[in-house]
C-alpha cells in the first residue's frame, strides 16, 4: 500500500470549500482508503495498492470531490481570464 501524508487545509485550499475533517475520512474510507494517525490537522492515507491511480495528495482532493460531487463546489462570482 502507498502512505500519503496530507492536511485538511490542503483538502480545504483545493476544493475551495471548507468540507467537515469527519465527511473526508468517511468519503475516503467508502472508497477503500484507510485513514491512520487522524488528528484535527491531517492524517495518512493507506491506499491499497490495487488503486494504482492514487499516489498523491491531489489524487485523494480527487476522490473526495469524485463522490461529494463537483457540482456541489461552489464558483466564485468573480473570475477571471488572460489572453
Known amino acids: ?3 500519503i501524508p496530507t492536511t485538511f487545509r490542503n483538502f480545504h ?3 475551495g470549500k471548507e468540507l467537515p475533517n469527519e465527511q473526508i475520512i468517511s468519503i475516503l474510507k467508502s472508497v477503500e482508503i ?3 494517525q487522524v488528528t484535527n490537522y491531517g492524517f ?3 491506499v ?3 488503486r494504482n491511480d492514487v499516489t498523491r495528495q491531489a489524487d485523494l ?3 473526495v470531490l469524485r463522490i461529494y460531487g463537483f457540482n456541489n463546489i ?3 462570482t468573480h473570475v477571471g ?3
Request: charged share 30%.
Open 1 to 3: 500500500p502507498v502512505r
Open 13 to 15: 485550499r483545493l476544493i
Open 34 to 36: 484507510a485513514c491512520e
Open 44 to 46: 495518512v492515507a493507506v
Open 48 to 50: 491499497p495498492a490495487y
Open 61 to 63: 482532493v480527487e476522490e
Open 74 to 76: 461552489e464558483l466564485d
Open 81 to 83: 481570464a488572460s489572453y
